[in-house]
């Protein structure tokens, strides 16, 4: 059974640092990754969507990588700013057809805050 | 603009008296699911549907029934809510089927649902 972990769970930096999240998974057999961010009272928002083929993706200051090999993940997010405080989930679509082919595996988040 | 929308944002009922939580995309996906996301769980699925009239449970399924007559929408229907059933429940949508798998999910903004 496919389970990912991030760490650490809650993080606190100043402004203007860089900063990477981990996010790990137990079986490499997987479709894709994909991170989101979700917001108090809103819903998850698409980061950045990583291939089983590809091994980095970026958007603007974020730069998410994917070491199948090592069930790993990483999203570096360049110059913090109070505004990308948020809680970040990874989550992966297993290999197999569980779930329908599509079903999102996740991580429980890490509770990121950027102070000023 | 596309998106997944989810009705009601917010929801306070009593025990066993039926609801509907409503979900809609505009972006002409076949593949539609619901999660519900309890704290230090993470998001779970409960249902998922892989084209229209095709319907198939995920990992918490007890007390949830769903349907999808049509492409854009696919209903989460609790019969009978009961305490267990407090909790904050995502719909979200992806292009793919079991055939293609490497696309990205969208997500609504969540229905809080408090059962009392």
């Known amino acids: 059974k496919q389970e990912v972990t991030q760490i650490p769970a809650a993080l606190s930096v100043p402004e203007g640092e860089n900063l990477v999240l981990n996010c790990s998974f137990t079986d490499s057999a997987i479709y894709n990754l994909q991170w989101f961010r979700q917001d108090p009272g809103k819903g998850l928002t698409s980061l950045l969507l990583?291939?089983?083929?590809?091994r980095e993706q970026t958007s603007g200051r974020l730069n998410a990588s994917l070491d199948k090999s090592s069930g790993r993940s990483t999203l570096y997010i360049a110059a913090s700013q109070p505004g990308d405080s948020a809680t970040y989930l990874c989550?992966?679509?297993?290999?197999?057809?569980?779930?329908?082919?599509?079903?999102?595996?996740f991580g429980t988040g890490t509770q990121l805050k950027v102070e000023l | 603009e596309a998106q997944v929308t989810q009705n009601p944002r917010y929801l306070i009922t009593v025990t066993g008296k039926k609801l509907t939580v409503t979900c809609s995309q505009n972006m002409n996906h076949e593949y539609m699911s619901w999660y519900r996301q309890d704290p230090g769980l993470g998001l779970r699925q409960i249902y998922y549907s892989m084209n229209v009239e095709v319907t198939d449970k995920g990992d918490v399924p007890e007390g949830y029934k769903v349907s999808r007559k049509e492409k854009r929408n696919f209903p989460l229907i609790l019969e009978s809510p009961s305490p267990n059933q407090t909790s904050l429940y995502f719909c979200a949508s992806s292009l793919s089927s079991a055939l293609r798998p490497n696309t990205e999910a969208f997500f609504g903004q969540g229905t809080r649902l408090t059962v009392v």
């Open positions: 990583i291939q089983s083929s590809q």
């Open positions: 989550a992966v679509i297993p290999g197999g057809v569980t779930g329908g082919g599509n079903k999102l595996t």
